[in-house]
């Protein structure tokens, strides 16, 4: 597993000087500072905090965060780019980045007044894991069903409720969390709030213990008469639906991200072993069967990549992007899914096994069609769309 990959050649799909020299300098980053740490974090179920450090350290944790405020100054592009080498090698590594970039610095940059954005930016930037907090137990696909409560009293709101799911629980110190002021009122009572991890009344409960991205934690939340400064509502009230809708429109494109990350990562292993391993006299890879399996594998990472490509472009330039987020996150994880299973069969028994990495990669591929809304709700938001529905 701590093998590393140095002998493919990068990517064909047009990036511009500074775009390759930052994937270039993340790629090796990922491949000698996170592959060695891989296997182990998997089988414990744990993020190495160094390497946290080290992503703050290198400006992967506030990519588009303005310079004014500690940030990198980057684009949202760039942030595709770091979620995809970083799922290359480690796909928990890759959400870990994605959530604190797609999801909730976004929601900072796009939403915070401006003494929020003075007072958490930095922090995000430099020294503190964001999460982001929508799904609970009986609300997962129907979100906005949610039953944590907001109430307000005097100069604070007091949350009652509970959180399922989350990740970077663990590691969090911030959280983009929401709750409703009156459930009778349905999506327009939802509110986005700013909660601190040592706010009084919360406390992050059990730890999942799961199939894939199995170091990336993930977390109940547990809110008993929480009290939230007035001020620590992100954006408006009663308009957290707006927010929650907006910001996991953007996050589709980092699940994406990931996910070709994962499918390239597990087709490069299953190339390598391919040229290694030998049969009838010779390396498998000699075989058509299993080249026209790599061609296969190599179009559909390349057609999953454009997707990725275009709809992140799409974005940094202010266009409508919701079908293509939508298609990106269900393309992706198909793709990922077909990718990484291809790849434990060229591995053959070997793949089946620990020994190897590319049963990791089969694993973490799984949450693709899951997270940031299943893919049957990508499917019904595509037909809405394609169909001239609302
Ligand atoms: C590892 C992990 C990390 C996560 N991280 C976060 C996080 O950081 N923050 C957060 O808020 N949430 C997070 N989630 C929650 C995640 O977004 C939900 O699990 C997901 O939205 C699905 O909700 P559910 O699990 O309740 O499934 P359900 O909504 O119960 O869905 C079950 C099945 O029913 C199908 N289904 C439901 N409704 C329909 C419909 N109308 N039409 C057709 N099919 C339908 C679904 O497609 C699915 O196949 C995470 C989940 C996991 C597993």
């Not at 069969?345 to 809304?373: C, H, L, S």
Request: hydrophobic share 40%; with cysteine; glycine share 10%.
């Amino acid at each position: 597993m701590s093998e590393t990959l140095t002998h493919r050649p990068a990517p064909v799909t047009v990036l511009s000087e500074d775009e390759t020299l930052f994937r270039d300098t993340v790629r090796q980053f990922a491949e000698e500072k996170i592959r060695p740490h891989v296997k182990e974090m998997d089988e414990k179920a744990i993020f190495d905090p160094g390497l946290l450090q080290e992503f703050f350290q290198l400006g992967l944790m506030g990519i588009e965060i303005p310079e004014q405020f500690g940030g990198s100054g980057g684009t949202f592009f760039e942030a595709i780019l770091a979620v995809e080498e970083f799922s290359r090698v480690d796909a928990s590594a890759g959400v870990i980045v994605d959530v604190q970039n797609t999801l909730v610095n976004n929601a900072f940059v796009r939403w915070g007044s401006g003494a929020q954005k003075k007072d958490y930016l930095p922090r995000m930037a430099t020294n503190t894991v964001g999460a982001y907090a929508l799904s609970e137990a009986a609300s997962g696909s129907d979100a906005f069903a949610l039953q944590t409560r907001a109430q307000l009293k005097s100069n604070e709101y007091v949350l009652n409720g509970r959180k399922l799911w989350i990740t970077n629980g663990k590691e969090a110190g911030i959280f983009i969390l929401f709750a409703t002021l009156d459930p009778a009122l349905g999506y327009k009572g939802i509110t986005a709030f700013i909660v601190e991890k040592d706010f009084p009344g919360f406390t992050v409960g059990k730890k999942e213990d799961k199939l894939g991205i199995r170091a990336s934690s993930t977390c109940e939340l547990i809110l008993e008469d929480c009290l939230v400064p007035k001020e620590n509502v992100l954006g408006e009230v009663g308009k957290g639906y707006k927010i929650a809708i907006e910001t996991l429109n953007e996050g589709r494109i980092g699940i994406g991200a990931q996910m070709i990350g994962v499918a390239r990562g597990a087709w490069e292993f299953a190339v390598k072993y391919s040229q290694e391993r030998k049969q009838f006299g010779k390396a498998i890879s000699e075989f058509q069967g299993i080249q026209f399996q790599l061609a296969q594998m190599a179009t559909e990472i390349e057609a999953a990549r454009l997707l990725v490509y275009n709809t992140a472009r799409m974005k940094d330039a202010g266009m409508n992007f919701l079908k293509e987020a939508a298609m990106t996150k269900l393309y992706t994880s198909q793709v990922a899914e077909r990718v990484t299973s291809l790849a434990v069969e060229i591995y053959g028994g070997a793949g089946f096994t620990k020994d190897y990495p590319v049963e990791k990669y089969f694993r973490d591929a799984k949450i693709g069609k899951i997270y940031e809304g299943t893919s049957n709700m990508q499917l019904g938001t595509i037909a809405k769309i394609i169909l001239g529905g609302k």
